[in-house]
C-alpha cells in the first residue's frame, strides 16, 4: 500500500523505489539495533517495527522532494542532492525528534504500563533514528544519479505543471489566509462538536483484555459441589446447549466440561452483534439457569451489546477498607441497600471479597432460635447447640479408646450420613430436652437459611478489605454518575474509606501516570520547536496541531464505536510527536522563503504552503496506509489493543493533515502579522540620521 501511494505521488517506477527501500535498509539497521541492545523478537516489538513502516518513509519523501524541486530548477544533480538534503535538515531533525521525544518520559512509566509500551517506544524510536541515517545518506547519493528533472512529471516531454490538486487548493490556502480569524473559528467550533461527540457517546478507559476479545458473545458457567462426576456435570451443560441450539439468533456455541463445572460460550452473527438481541438472549438463560437446584449457574455478557448498552458482567466494584471487619460488613450491607433501589442494578454480591467474577464462592448454613419456642418445649441454647453439633459434625459424646493389636486408638461413635446431610433433613432433626419428654423438629424451634459468606479474608496496610461487586444495566456514564452519587451519601467514620472503581476499568494509578507522560511529551516538542525556530508564536502555531488531531481522533472512534481504552491514551500521546511533524515541515519552509526571496507574508505563506503540499500528503498517505494492517488484520485476541492505537494515529494523521493545509498558515499569518507590524513601526519611529554634504 505504501509502495501504490509513493507511486500514485510520483507518478515514476524510479523515484517510488529509491524511496521504498529506504523502508528496507531502515529495518535493518533497526534490527541490529535491537539484537545489540538485548532485546527480543516478540508481538510487542514486531508491532512496533509495523508501525514504523510509514514513519520510515517520511524522512526519504521530504528529501527526495526537495531533490527534485533543486534539480527541476536548474541544478545538476550533484548539486541539487547536496542542496536540497542540506536545506531540509534541521526541519526533520526537529520532525524526526519531536516523534522520538514524545517516548522519553515512557520510561516514567511503571508496573504493567511499563511491560507494554517500553520496548514498543524503544524499537519505533529505533526505526525513525534508522530512516534519518538513510534518509541523509542513501536518498542523495542515488538522487543525484538517478532523479531526472522530470522525474515526477507524468509526461516527461510535457510542460512541468502543478497537480490539478495543488491547483485547486491554491485557492483554499489563499482564502483561509486572507480570513484567518474565521479559519481559527471554524476549526474550534469543529473541535467544540467532536469532543461533545466524544463525551456522551464513546466509552473511555476500559482495559484491554486478550481474554475477552471484542466480539459480542455470552458465557454460561455451570459449577457443581466438589467431588461431582463428569457425567452428571456433562449432562446439566448438554441441557443448556439444547436451549441455545434452538435459538435461532446464535451463531456458535462450543462447551468445555470438567468435573466441578462446564463453560458455554456462545456467539452471535455480525449483523446482530450491537443490538439489544444478545442482551434479551443472554436474559434468557438467567431465567432457564433458575430451573436448575444444587448447582451455581451464571450467565455474563462481553462485547459492544453489553458494555455501554445493556447487562455485563459484575462491572462495577466499590471497595471498603477500615480497621474493624465488622463494621467493614456493616458498611458494604448499607451500600448493598443503597444499590438495589436502583431498577437498572443487578446481583449485588457483598461478599465478593477478592474472587474474580466467576470465582468459587463461600457459603454457610445460618440457624436462628427462637428463644421463646426453646421456653416452651423446655429447652435450652446449650441443648440444641450440642445436638445439632452431633447430627452435623457426627460428635457422639466423649472419645474412647481402645486396644486393636496391641496398639491404642482413638475410637468415636458417628450417626450414619452425617457426612451429607441435606438442609431439610436438618429441619427435621429432633431436638430433645435434658428433662425428657418427647421430641420437637428444629425447623420448629428456628429458622435455617444459606447465604453466601467471605471466602477469603484480605488486609491492605492491615486494614480489612471488603468488595461490593455489581452490574449496571446501561451506560457507562450513567453508572459513574450512580456509583458516585451513592459513595457520596454513605456515611462513613473516620478512619474507613471507600473506593469506587469500574471493573476492566484502568485504574487512577495509571491514569495519572498517562497524563504525566502527556505533558512531559508536549513541553519537551515545545521545547524542541522553539529552539528550530527560535520563537514562541511559531512553536504554538504547530503544537496547536495537536488539538486539531483530537478532531479526528474524536470522531474515529464515536463513528467506529469502538473504546477508547487505556491503550487510545498511548495513542494519542505517539499521535501528539507525530501530527506536529508536517506543521514544523511547512512553518520551516516558511520562513526560509521569506528569508531567501523577500516576499511580504502573504504571499510568501501561500506560496511556502503551496510548495509543501505534495510532501505533506504523501508523508500523512503512507503514515496511514502503513497503519491500516494494524487495524484491518488484527486477531481477535489482540484486536482491541492494536484497534485503540491504530485507530487514536489514523484519526489524529488524518484530521492533522486538513487542519495542518488549512488552519496552520492561517496561525502563522496571525502571529506573524502583529510581529511585522511591530518592525514597521519601530523602524518609522526610528531617528533619521542626518546628512552633512560639503
Given at each position: ?15 517510488a ?83 522520538v ?49 522530470n ?139 433458575h ?51 436502583f ?6 454480591d ?46 457422639g459424646?466423649q ?27 436438618l ?19 428456628a ?18 478489605q ?37 471493573e ?57 464505536g ?46 511556502g ?74 523602524t ?11
Amino acid at each position: 500500500m505504501i509502495f501504490s501511494v509513493l507511486l500514485l505521488f510520483l507518478q515514476s517506477f524510479r523515484s517510488a523505489g529509491i524511496i521504498f527501500a529506504t523502508i528496507a535498509f531502515s529495518i535493518l539497521i533497526a534490527l541490529n539495533l535491537i539484537y545489540f541492545s538485548g532485546l527480543t523478537l516478540n508481538v510487542l516489538t514486531l508491532m512496533g517495527l509495523a508501525m514504523g513502516f510509514g514513519l520510515i518513509v517520511d524522512n526519504a519523501i521530504v528529501v527526495l522532494e526537495n531533490i527534485y524541486r533543486r534539480r527541476k530548477a536548474g541544478d545538476s544533480g550533484k548539486v541539487a542532492a547536496e542542496r536540497g538534503a542540506r536545506e531540509v535538515v534541521l526541519p526533520i531533525l526537529a520532525a524526526t525528534f519531536t516523534t522520538v521525544i514524545v517516548f522519553i518520559p515512557f520510561v516514567y512509566l511503571q508496573g504493567e504500563l511499563r511491560i507494554f509500551y517500553i520496548p514498543l517506544a524503544i524499537v519505533v524510536g529505533m526505526s525513525l533514528v534508522a530512516s534519518l541515517f538513510v534518509a541523509f545518506t542513501f536518498i542523495p547519493a542515488l538522487g543525484s544519479r538517478l532523479l531526472a528533472a522530470n522525474a515526477f512529471s507524468a509526461d516527461p516531454g510535457g510542460p512541468q505543471e502543478d497537480p490539478i490538486y495543488v491547483r485547486v487548493y491554491s485557492g483554499l490556502v489563499r482564502l483561509t489566509t486572507r480570513f484567518p480569524w474565521v479559519t481559527i473559528t471554524l476549526a474550534a467550533a469543529a473541535f467544540w462538536g467532536s469532543w461533545n461527540l466524544f463525551d456522551n457517546y464513546v466509552n473511555r478507559g476500559i482495559l484491554w483484555s486478550s481474554f475477552f476479545g471484542q466480539d459480542t458473545s455470552i458465557r454460561i458457567i455451570i459449577r457443581l459441589p466438589r467431588g461431582s462426576e463428569l457425567d452428571e456435570t456433562n449432562i446439566l451443560a448438554r441441557y443448556f446447549e439444547d436451549k441455545l441450539a434452538s435459538t435461532p439468533e446464535i451463531k456458535q456455541y462450543d462447551t468445555q466440561v470438567v468435573p466441578d463445572y462446564a463453560i458455554i460460550n456462545a456467539t452471535f452473527p455480525e449483523e446482530i452483534e450491537e443490538t439489544d438481541i444478545p442482551v434479551a438472549i443472554k436474559e434468557q438463560m438467567v431465567a432457564y439457569s433458575h430451573l436448575f437446584g444444587g448447582a451455581e449457574v451464571r450467565v455474563y455478557g462481553f462485547g459492544p451489546s453489553f458494555y455501554g448498552g445493556g447487562g455485563s458482567p459484575p462491572n462495577y466494584r466499590i471497595k471498603i477498607l477500615g480497621y474493624n471487619y465488622e463494621r467493614v460488613r456493616d458498611i458494604a450491607l448499607d451500600l448493598q441497600q443503597r444499590l438495589e433501589r436502583f431498577s437498572r442494578v443487578r446481583d449485588v454480591d457483598v461478599n465478593a471479597g477478592g474472587r474474580w467474577f466467576f470465582g468459587e464462592k463461600a457459603s454457610e448454613v445460618a440457624i436462628t432460635l427462637n428463644r421463646e419456642r426453646l421456653a416452651m418445649h423446655d429447652l435450652s441454647v446449650r441443648d440444641v447447640v450440642f445436638q445439632v453439633q452431633a447430627s452435623v459434625g457426627g460428635r457422639g459424646g466423649q472419645a474412647r479408646t481402645m486396644r486393636v493389636g496391641g496398639e491404642e486408638v482413638d475410637v468415636e461413635v458417628k450417626v450414619e450420613g452425617y457426612r451429607e446431610i441435606d438442609v431439610l433433613d436438618l429441619a427435621e432433626t429432633l431436638m430433645r430436652s435434658s428433662a425428657g419428654g418427647g421430641g420437637v423438629r428444629l425447623g420448629d424451634l428456628a429458622t435455617i437459611e444459606e447465604r453466601d459468606v467471605l471466602n477469603v479474608i484480605l488486609r491492605e496496610d492491615q486494614q480489612y478489605q471488603r468488595t461490593v461487586r455489581y452490574e449496571f444495566r446501561g451506560p457507562t456514564k450513567l453508572g459513574d454518575r450512580i456509583r458516585d452519587a451513592v459513595i457520596g451519601v454513605t456515611d462513613v467514620p473516620d478512619g474507613y474509606r471507600i473506593e469506587g472503581e469500574q471493573e476492566w476499568a484502568w485504574s487512577s494509578d495509571e491514569q495519572s501516570q498517562i497524563y504525566i507522560v502527556l505533558g512531559v511529551s508536549l513541553l519537551l516538542v515545545f521545547m524542541v520547536t522553539a529552539a528550530l525556530f527560535e520563537s514562541v508564536k511559531q512553536p504554538i502555531s504547530v503544537l496547536l496541531t495537536v488539538p486539531m488531531a483530537l478532531i479526528g481522533v474524536f470522531l474515529i472512534f464515536f463513528y467506529t464505536g469502538a473504546t477508547f481504552t487505556r491503550e487510545a491514551y498511548i495513542g494519542v500521546i505517539m499521535m501528539g510527536g507525530i501530527v506536529v511533524n508536517n506543521a514544523i515541515l511547512l512553518v520551516d519552509h516558511v520562513n526560509q522563503l521569506r528569508r531567501r526571496s523577500g516576499l511580504d507574508l502573504m504571499e510568501a505563506t501561500v506560496r511556502g504552503t503551496l510548495e509543501r503540499v505534495r510532501p505533506i500528503l504523501m508523508t500523512s498517505t503512507t503514515t496511514v496506509l502503513g497503519l491500516l494492517p494494524l487495524v484491518i488484520f488484527s486477531d481477535t485476541a489482540n484486536s482491541n489493543i492494536w484497534n485503540a492505537l491504530g485507530y487514536a494515529l489514523i484519526g489524529g494523521l488524518l484530521s492533522s493533515t486538513v487542519f495542518v493545509l488549512t488552519v496552520t498558515p492561517a496561525l502563522y499569518v496571525l502571529f506573524e502579522r502583529g510581529a511585522e507590524t511591530r518592525r514597521v513601526r519601530a523602524t518609522q519611529l526610528a531617528p533619521t540620521p542626518a546628512v552633512v554634504t560639503t
